[in-house]
């Protein structure tokens, strides 16, 4: 089993910033892929973000430019520079790991708790 455990969150001003932060643990072999969703109230989740093992990133338009996503491979630990918040980057933020286990033949997904991100105007 693998755990993905997120902080950061929280509330801040429109034109500030934020960083979050994911840590994966458990029966961890290799993480192909870390990913950063988000869930806006009465909307679809969607993605923000995602960096492969070889730190290929790929963003979402809305966030280009203004987040940065990162990954510590020695500490299986995932990052989220927000810049430049807007109160519609308002939403739960959620990671997503895909992981291939100890023992596993084939990789599967995780996700995390989520974590609050409110951006006040």
Known sequence: QVQLVESGGGLVQAGGSLRLSCAASGSIFVIN???????????????????????????????????????????????????SLKPEDTAVYYCAADVLGLIATLPQAYWGQGTQVTVSS
């Open 33 to 83: 892929v870390f990913g950063w969703y988000r869930q806006a109230p009465g909307k679809q989740r969607e993605l923000v973000a995602r960096i492969t093992s070889g730190s290929s990133t790929n963003y979402a338009d809305s966030v280009k430019g203004r987040f940065t996503i990162s990954r510590d491979n020695a500490k299986n630990t995932v990052y989220l520079q927000m810049n």
